[in-house]
């Protein structure tokens, strides 16, 4: 059975940070590119980072772009998304997303498997 479990969500304030982890099972990780995508209620899910597990490139988003990082840790099968210098407008929830790689030029718009998602409010 396919697994993306997301933590690190919660609440934090304007300049601060978090980590948000995806631990990833029942399927070949290394076959996979891994991302992050974001949704406001009512908007569509949008996607701001992906990694490609098996050599470690990873694309963002413009809105994101010097801000956030993604990392992947082979070890544990699981991709991190470090978030600094958030703001308001980064309030969404987050879900992790795993895509084929034969994909990957599509990793910020499309996935084979969905995570549920970690909420993350940035107060002003």
């Known amino acids: 059975e396919v697994q993306l479990v997301e933590s690190g969500g919660g609440l934090v304030q304007a300049g601060g940070s978090l980590r948000l982890s995806c631990a990833a099972s029942?399927?070949?990780?290394?076959?996979?590119?891994i991302g992050w995508f974001r949704q406001v209620p009512g908007k569509e899910r949008v996607g701001i980072s992906c990694?490609?597990?098996?050599?470690?490139?990873?694309y963002y988003a413009d809105s994101v772009k010097g801000r956030f990082t993604i990392s992947s840790e082979h070890a544990k099968n699981t991709v991190y998304l470090q978030m600094n210098s958030l703001k308001p407008d980064d309030t969404a929830d987050y879900y992790c997303?795993?895509?084929?790689?034969?994909?990957?030029?599509?990793?910020?718009?499309?996935?084979?498997?969905w995570g549920r998602g970690t909420q993350v409010t940035v107060s002003s």
């Open positions: 997303a795993a895509v084929h790689r034969l994909l990957l030029h599509r990793c910020l718009g499309v996935a084979n498997f």
């Open positions: 990694i490609n597990s098996s050599d470690g490139s990873t």
């Open positions: 029942g399927f070949t990780f290394d076959d996979y590119a």
